[in-house]
């Protein structure tokens, strides 16, 4: 294990973490839980999907991370070395938050049809999955019928809570809050000593 931090709030330092943002209404949070996950010095690269990026501009998660924000399957940023796989082997831990019905649904049925979705099926490391959606989305038994099969794969699942959604609706479907997140983030992590230290 990694030697303890001189400072708490560095508590995840050497840690790398994939953040997976989607295209619902609360990637706006997720811009929160990339800032403190950088203040607590995990590393943190962020993958976005083409929707995501019409809610929140990847040049906010690349400020709050200080790292590329990564959004195109066919980019590469070496000719012999594909981007899902190489982020996927460096991830400690990949989160996904928001993870809208449409991403627990291509993860439960190892669709990969752009690169956050390539890159969770390549993936060797827990994945965390922060449900945020309508309340009738998350209540459709093929939804619900996702969520339990991830869970019997071994998948980790946060919330979603119950409250006030962007639809004007009350219910649940709320994306759970980045502090939440970021303790189930932090006690995942700790599971184990960071990759790079097992090099």
């Not at 070496?78 to 991403?103: C, K």
């Not at 006030?164 to 184990?192: F, K, N, Q, S, Y």
Request: net charge positive.
């Amino acid at each position: 294990m990694s030697a303890r931090p001189d400072n708490p709030r560095d508590d995840l330092t050497g840690y790398e973490l994939l953040l997976g943002v989607t295209g619902g209404i609360a990637a706006y949070k997720a811009a929160a839980l990339v800032s403190t996950l950088a203040q607590r010095r995990c590393g943190v690269t962020v993958v976005m999907t083409a929707s995501a990026q019409r809610l929140v501009a990847p040049l906010t998660f690349a400020s709050l991370s200080g790292r590329r924000v990564y959004t195109d399957l066919w980019a590469v940023e070496r000719e012999w070395q594909a981007n899902h796989v190489s982020l996927a082997s460096r991830a400690d831990l990949i989160a996904i938050a928001p993870a809208t019905a449409n991403i627990l649904a291509k993860v439960a049925t190892g669709l990969a049809d752009d690169l956050l979705s390539t890159v969770v099926v390549s993936a060797d490391s827990p994945v965390l999955l922060a449900p945020a959606m309508n309340p009738r989305m998350w209540a459709n038994p093929i939804t619900q019928a996702n969520v339990e099969k991830l869970r019997a794969l071994g998948y980790h699942v946060v919330g979603p809570e119950s409250g006030w959604l962007a639809c004007r609706e009350v219910g649940p479907g709320r994306m759970a809050e980045p502090e939440a997140i970021l303790a189930r983030i932090a006690d995942l992590l700790r599971t184990a000593p960071p990759k790079a230290s097992r090099e």
